[in-house]
């Protein structure tokens, strides 16, 4: 279920946003995030607004595809009465919960909402999650002819008693066969990993880098495990049943993840974000059966990072559907009711679920923004930042945080050490 949603300004019942957004709107590419809700057991660290069947409120599973479309159409005819001018969309995401517990039909019919409402721009990225064991080949097929061209598979760990810890339930042994799956259809691949789970070993986590690693994924992404309050996890922790994260072990598994990466020829572009190096044409891009079944040929790409997930960093704009997603367009940023009972109950009755909004004042949206390019591999112009903040870089650079040939290239660029420290980092920029 999780968390409090943030406060903020009530927002209307129709979903006009301020007269604000048309000025900034426009500076930015336009993504759209999908959010599916759905769960078939809840994972013992998870935090994430998601909801079993005996959580639902008499909320029909099959019917949140129709619901989500719904609000795609207000959405549109939102930004059209603020005035804000179409774009095409640059990224889609699917993200939950578990999206690919629903059946392919319905994200597809998601998805073609979303071309429909605004179309896809050329060689658009359009991902989902995916647990190992929610999908089979034939699903996977499905979706990459309908448009989809990236699937990013949670397999967390694998090594068995650490799933076991996460309460994940899907056999490790599977993995390799789904990403197998997805490379055929012609999807690029993305594998999730979480280190610091309590019990974890450091040799426990170099046999789950070595098993992603085997797979050749053209994406990988590692988090440390971050024990949110009000999970079974933390109650767990808390009463002894687990003991609490090392945090100098978690360092020593960052250290270790991005050696292993780098000398298998992932390079990091975001803290906790590897991708490959492709060929001038990204064969995922060019040869998935549905490249072209939405919005035509796809713009051949040089590299696997995740557009979607940099629009979020680089502060770009965009419409977050379902329940407890957020958005951000122009420097409004709003958020949605949480329970899928509550939002289906808005959307039917032609209101906005959003429950709250906010626009920063510049002070925040530079905090933020500097908060945010900093995580990035030298996404942060050094002649950016306030005089203040300039005046630290070399001091920054003398106590190993940044990349000093970098910054000779005019951009923030953390050291290993820097990104294990990103905070402190931000600390002295803002």
């Known amino acids: 279920m999780g968390s409090a949603l943030p406060l903020g300004d009530p927002a209307p019942l129709d979903g006009l946003l301020p007269p604000s957004v048309v000025e900034l709107s426009h500076e930015h590419p336009f993504g759209v995030y999908l959010h599916v809700p759905f769960c078939r057991v809840r994972c013992g660290y998870c935090d994430f607004n998601t909801y079993t069947s005996s959580e639902l409120r008499g909320v029909k599973q099959v019917d949140y595809a129709g619901q989500a479309v719904l609000e795609v159409g207000l959405a549109a005819t939102v930004l059209k009465n603020s005035g804000v001018t179409d774009r095409p969309v640059s990224t889609v995401f699917f993200g939950g919960g578990t999206p690919t517990l629903l059946p392919s039909a319905q994200l597809i019919q998601m998805l073609r909402s979303v071309d429909d409402a605004w179309g896809l721009a050329p060689g658009a990225e359009v991902t989902t999650e995916a647990n190992p064991d929610s999908v089979d ?41 789904v990403v197998r799956w997805a490379r055929d259809a012609g999807l690029q691949v993305s594998v999730d990993l979480i280190y610091g789970t309590p019990g974890e070993s450091l040799g426990d986590w170099e046999r789950s880098l070595d098993s992603a690693l085997a797979m050749e994924p053209d994406h ?16 767990q922790i808390r009463s002894g049943v687990y003991p609490v994260p090392d945090d100098d072990l978690e360092a020593d598994m960052y250290e270790l993840a991005d050696a292993r990466l780098a000398s298998a020829g992932y390079d990091w572009y975001e803290v906790s974000n590897w991708a490959r190096s492709a060929p001038e044409t990204s064969a995922a891009a060019a040869t998935a059966p549905g490249a072209a079944a939405l919005t035509g040929p796809a713009t051949p790409t040089s590299e696997f990072r995740s557009r979607h997930n940099l629009a979020y960093w680089q502060g770009h704009d965009w419409w977050g559907i379902g329940p407890g997603a957020h958005s951000h367009i122009g420097g ?99």
């Open 220 to 235: 990988l992404s590692a988090y440390a495990l971050i024990v949110e309050q009000g999970t079974k996890l933390a109650r």
């Open 137 to 177: 080949a034939r699903y996977l097929t499905e979706l990459a002819e309908a448009g989809f061209t990236r699937v990013s598979f949670g397999m967390q760990s694998a090594v068995p008693h650490v799933l076991k810890t996460l309460d994940r339930t899907h056999d490790p042994e599977r993995v390799p066969e």
């Open 332 to 430: 409004t940023r709003w958020w949605n009711v949480k329970h899928p009972a509550a939002y289906a109950e808005r959307i039917l009755g032609g209101h906005s679920p959003a429950a709250g909004r906010e626009t920063p004042d510049a002070e925040s949206r530079e905090i933020e923004r500097v908060l945010l390019l900093a995580r990035i591999r030298s996404g942060l112009p050094i002649a950016s930042l306030a005089p203040d903040a300039r005046q630290q870089i070399a001091s920054l650079i003398a106590d190993g945080f940044i990349d000093g040939r970098a910054a000779l290239r005019g951009s923030v660029e953390l050291t290993l050490r820097g990104r294990l420290l990103a905070d402190a980092v931000v600390r002295r920029l803002t």
